[in-house]
């Protein structure tokens, strides 16, 4: 049985929540230690709920084989290997404990996305309060069935899996132990673009599988992610740099800084603005009432002179009689000596 919700570090992550943001290191340090650490700091700094890292080395994601099928065709990596992209990008082993560490002293929740078994068995020893499957591994239902063993939420991409490999990862998650789980709509493309985000599945998601719902966003931007909100996703996962033109694998499509902050701030706004249907006065309205349209005196009349157009007008402030009004005034006598600029009541009328 799914849950509205799911808790990760106390954080409750659902419709009823505000969204919950996730920054997506991914391999934009650079081979440095030390800048994955300054985009720990950086990446706290914005405000988000959550740093993610990813968990994996060349070797235990892919094969350094010389084949067509493992050269990447097109796109932002086009050429290249997927043995040499993911030297490039992976974020190594050893680093893990630091970074774990350095989130922990500012505050933030730190969790990883695992390749394989040997990553997950690190991440548990870190004791990651939860687990990220990749899209290109929602189909692992081994992977995923090993890491639900642990326990503990697991958050699912589902960029190029239909509706059957997203139920069964589902399945598969719960079935072997997970505390919950998330589910992220995703496109699965290095840019996306705007025309494919299609954020309105998240709503059909959550009407099809009774998970929360998140979106994994890789268009330009924060548009996407608070349109998705605005439509019920309870968590966005942005990928996330300190600076696009310090290059990174990543880099092309991930937040700066200052970006990432206004992706927190507008998200979070974006789900405080949706509140519910509501018809009444509101309390920050109350003082504004006085300023709606009412009838006014616009020209001096004279005791029995005809009110007509012009001597009497709807204008601001509202302390005269309602507009609506209006027709049953007009060609009626003053019942006494007006001056401009009174407003009207039924008393003042013949």
Not at 28 to 39: E, I
Not at 143 to 160: C, E, N, V
Not at 297 to 308: H, I, S
Request: glycine residues 8%.
């Amino acid at each position: 049985m799914t849950a509205p919700f799911i808790e990760i570090a106390g954080r409750k992550i659902g419709a009823d929540h505000p969204p919950y943001v996730i920054c997506e290191l991914s391999g934009n340090h650079n081979g440095s230690l030390d800048r994955a650490l300054q985009m720990v700091d950086a990446a706290a700094d914005t405000g988000c709920d959550a740093i993610k890292l990813q968990t994996y080395t060349a070797d235990t994601i892919t094969l350094d084989v010389d084949r067509p099928e493992f050269r990447i065709q097109g796109g932002l990596w086009d050429g290249r290997s997927l043995h040499e992209l993911y030297q490039e990008a992976q974020t190594p082993y050893e680093w893990h404990g630091a970074l774990f560490e350095r989130a922990a002293k500012r505050g933030v929740t730190i969790f990883s996305s695992p390749f394989d078994e040997t990553a997950v068995d690190l991440l548990a020893g870190l004791d990651a309060p939860a687990y990220k499957i990749a899209s290109f591994e929602a189909v692992d239902l081994p992977l995923i069935r090993y890491a639900a063993r642990q326990g503990k939420p697991l958050i699912i991409s589902t960029g190029m899996a239909n509706l059957a490999e997203m139920q069964a990862a589902l399945d598969t998650a719960l079935k072997a132990g997970a505390a919950g789980v998330l589910l992220l709509h995703c496109v699965s493309s290095y840019p996306a673009s705007f025309e494919d985000a299609n954020v309105r599945t998240v709503v059909d998601m959550a009407q099809r599988f009774g998970c929360p719902i998140g979106l994994s966003d890789h268009t330009p931007g924060a548009a996407a992610a608070i349109a998705a909100v605005s439509l019920g996703a309870c968590a966005v996962e942005k990928h996330f740099t300190l600076a696009r033109a310090d290059g990174g694998p990543d880099a092309a499509f991930s937040l700066e800084p200052a970006e990432f902050r206004a992706l927190c701030d507008d998200t979070r706004n974006a789900w405080k603005a949706l509140g519910g249907v509501n018809y009444d006065l509101l309390g920050s309205e109350r003082g504004n009432r006085q300023f709606r349209r009412s009838l006014y005196v616009t020209a001096d009349v004279a005791a029995g002179e005809t009110l007509t157009r012009a001597n009497v007008r709807s204008v601001r402030p509202g302390n005269g009689l309602p507009p609506a009004d209006y027709d049953a005034v007009l060609g009626r006598p003053a019942a006494r000596a007006l001056k401009r600029g009174e407003p009207l009541a039924w008393d003042m009328v013949g």
